[in-house]
Every structure is written in structure tokens, then in C-alpha cells.
């Protein structure tokens, strides 16, 4: 049945696509991106699964299941492996693993719920180094859906670890709420980590032209999002509070490359915010949730959410008016994801709609987007579909 479903899909869209123009798009900061359903990846697994990783040279991915379990899969969404590494045992990552990479060609590694980095063979049958944690204590705990906080490289026989570790800090000696402004100029959270070497280095990770640190104003925590490109070596941060997505030459240089102002029509202007500090009482502001590398191209994403206004409203006539029906018709109705797709140094256009329903969750390096609705699919379903959308150009 998946594979008369996905056929079908298949079929529409060649039909779909000789019907259309093939022209390339002319795109101005604020045009709307339309994309193109190239085909989808079944998976006949029941486990509700998330993409973590595509090895383009060998056609693998690796996926974590909502049930903890990290499975190998083929192109043709064959479960190759589903290794078992989760548990307490000398060969294991404890209770959950966050998530796998692909290091290079014959290794993996997997991030256990501390942040330790668990170093396997390819095909997981030995367990080859554990790296220590960057965490230094638990300040803050932050749940990601379809995304890792986390990318590996391996150029010029150099394997490292790129990320953001929002607890590699100790708050007795870094308090954001006592430092205000100041945190962001002691606060280091992006990493890279040398393997071979077992070498930790954080980086700068509030750059000095992001506006709230340029003008000195307090707007939380606003930690980055990163994302590293292994094609071109460069990575990017994002302040979750921010109009701007900062690009950097590579992981040895450390040299800021873009700074790029972010616009959209669902966004109002961070500046438009900030009164007498930073108060955003209800979490209203949109803030950035995801960002993705891949060629040349950068996307960002953010949800709107529901106005101050309305808390205030419900919360008049119910204090606890968070399971309320009336909050859930409020997020159906205001919490909605954007895109902002920047490239060479700006913003190039908005992605207001997929193709098709899901959730971004792993981008190629040529710029193929998975969609993923395995969590709560529009039809109930026994197996996994992850669709493969594209930027028609």
C-alpha cells in the first residue's frame, strides 16, 4: 500500500511538472519561495521517527524514534540496523540518546542526555571513545523537535563537533539575570570540538554586531541556534531574539563572513519590542526556532504567536486558561511557521507554504527539505513518510 501511495504522488507530480514553466525565479527580499514535491522516503516502521542525519555518498540516514531507538536506514527506507545502544550498559548512551551523526565515512557518533559524545564504528558493533560533556550544570533544559543541537565535519582528514551547549556555563558565575547586557559578552555557548585531539573550544557566540549587544539591551537569554555547512565549511548563528543571522568563514578561522538583516511580513521589527528593556511577558515575540545550511543558502524559521492581547483576555476569564479549549483555537488560529531564505550575504525570499503538511526536519547539502508529520500525521498511518520538497528554481 505505502508504495502504490508514493508512486501515485510520483506520478502526479511529473504530470504536474511538464504542465509547468520552467523559467528560473527572479527573487526579491520579500518575493514567496514556492516549492516542488520531488518524491518521499517510507519507512515501514511504526515508531514515529525524526531524521537526524544523510550520508549522501553510502544513501543512509539516521533516525531516532520516538520510543528513544536510533535506527540506520537505507534510500529505499530498508531499517538497516537499529542498534542497541540505549541503556546503562559499558557499550551504551544511557536512558536516550539525543541523537546520531554521521563522523566521516567509518564512524558515528551519538549524544547522550548530558551532552557526552559517544563514538562508535559505522555499524555500531564497538564502541570506539567517549568525548566529556561541554556541560558544566543544568541551567536550563530545552526539548527540540527535528532538530540536533549538534553537526559534525570531516575535511582534511579533521574531525570536530560543532554546536551550541546552552549549559556550559555555570550561573554562579555567569547570571544572566544579574548581568543583564553584560551576559552576552561573557556568556560562550557555540563550541567546536577537535576528536582526534579531544580538544574543547568555545567560541564567540553573541556576535558584537547583533543589535541588543551593538546597543546594550537586555533581551533574555536569546540563545543561538547554529548550524554548520559541510560543503562550504562555513557556520552560522541565529539569537533566538534577533533580526539578524550572522555567517562565518569556517570553524579554524572564526571570521564573521555576513551579517544579514531578516525581514518578513509576519514579523514585526525587534526594535518595535524593546520599550524599557526587553519585556515580553506572555512569550509573544516570534522568536527563531530552527536554522539550516545547505550550498549556498541559508533558512531561518520562526512561529508567530499568540498576541499579548489575547493572553490578557483568556487569562481574565480563567487563570489557568493554558488547557483551556479557548487557548487551543487560539494557537490553531496564530501559531503558524514562516521561512526566511537568505543567500551570499542576503535575504533572498520567504517560504510561507510547503507543498505538502509536516515539519522541517532535515535539509540536504542540495538543498532537499524533508517534511516530517510522523509525530501527529493529518491520517493515521503505521509507517513513517518523509517528504522530499525542493526550491523550484
Given at each position: 500500500m505505502t508504495r502504490i501511495f508514493t508512486l501515485s504522488i510520483y506520478c502526479i507530480l511529473l504530470v504536474f511538472q511538464s504542465c509547468s514553466q520552467s523559467e528560473p525565479q527572479e527573487h526579491s527580499e520579500m518575493s514567496e519561495i514556492s516549492l516542488e514535491l520531488?518524491?518521499?522516503?517510507?519507512?515501514?516502521?511504526?515508531?514515529?521517527?525524526?531524521?537526524?542525519?544523510?550520508?549522501?555518498?553510502?544513501g543512509l540516514y539516521l533516525m531516532r524514534g520516538k520510543s528513544r531507538k536510533i535506527y540506520l536506514v537505507n534510500e529505499e527506507g530498508e531499517v538497516l540496523q537499529e542498534p542497541d545502544i540505549i541503556g546503562n550498559g559499558p557499550d551504551q548512551v544511557g536512558g536516550r540518546a539525543v541523537g546520531c551523526q554521521f563522523l566521516g565515512d567509518d564512524r558515528i557518533v551519538c549524544m547522550d542526555a548530558s551532552s557526552k559524545f559517544h563514538i562508535y564504528d559505522s555499524e555500531f558493533k564497538n564502541k570506539i571513545s567517549v568525548l566529556a560533556s561541554p556541560m558544566k550544570g543544568l541551567n536550563t533544559f530545552v526539548v527540540n523537535n527535528y532538530r540536533l543541537n549538534f553537526r559534525t565535519s570531516a575535511a582534511n582528514e579533521k574531525t570536530s563537533i560543532f554546536g551550541v551547549e546552552i549549559n556550559s556555563f555555570s550561573y554562579s558565575e555567569i547570571n544572566p539575570t544579574e548581568l543583564k547586557e553584560d551576559f552576552y559578552k561573557k556568556a560562550k555557548v557555540a563550541f567546536q570540538y577537535a576528536v582526534e585531539e579531544e580538544e574543547l573550544e568555545f567560541l564567540e557566540s553573541y556576535p558584537d554586531q547583533w543589535m541588543?549587544?551593538?546597543?546594550?539591551?537586555?533581551?533574555?537569554?536569546?540563545?543561538?541556534?547554529?548550524?554548520?555547512?559541510?560543503?562550504?565549511?562555513?557556520?552560522?548563528?541565529?539569537?533566538?531574539?534577533?533580526?539578524?543571522?550572522?555567517?562565518?568563514?569556517?570553524?579554524?578561522?572564526?571570521?564573521?563572513?555576513?551579517?544579514?538583516?531578516?525581514r518578513h511580513p509576519e514579523r514585526t521589527p525587534l526594535q518595535e519590542w524593546i520599550t524599557d528593556g526587553f519585556n515580553d511577558q506572555f512569550g509573544s515575540y516570534p522568536r527563531f526556532n530552527d536554522l539550516r545550511m545547505f550550498g549556498d543558502y541559508q533558512i531561518v524559521k520562526f512561529n508567530t504567536q499568540v498576541p499579548a492581547s489575547v493572553h490578557r483576555e483568556l487569562r481574565a476569564g480563567n487563570e489557568n486558561y493554558g488547557v483551556s479549549p479557548e487557548w487551543r483555537e487560539a494557537l490553531g488560529k496564530y501559531f503558524r511557521p514562516y521561512y526566511i531564505l537568505a543567500k551570499a550575504g542576503k535575504q533572498v525570499g520567504v517560504i510561507n507554504n510547503f507543498p505538502v503538511t509536516g515539519h522541517m526536519d532535515y535539509v540536504s547539502s542540495d538543498g532537499v527539505v524533508y517534511l516530517n508529520d510522523n509525530r501527529k500525521p493529518s491520517v493515521e498511518r503505521d509507517y513513517n513518510v518523509f517528504y522530499k520538497v525542493k526550491i523550484r528554481e
Open positions: 520531488l518524491d518521499s522516503l517510507v519507512v515501514d516502521v511504526l515508531d514515529p521517527l525524526e531524521m537526524d542525519d544523510y550520508h549522501e555518498e553510502k541588543p549587544k551593538r546597543e546594550g539591551v537586555y533581551v533574555g537569554e536569546s540563545y543561538p541556534l547554529s548550524d554548520f555547512n559541510r560543503s562550504t565549511m562555513e557556520y552560522a548563528l541565529l539569537p533566538g531574539v534577533s533580526d539578524q543571522l550572522f555567517v562565518y568563514d569556517g570553524l579554524g578561522s572564526n571570521s564573521l563572513k555576513y551579517a544579514i538583516d531578516l
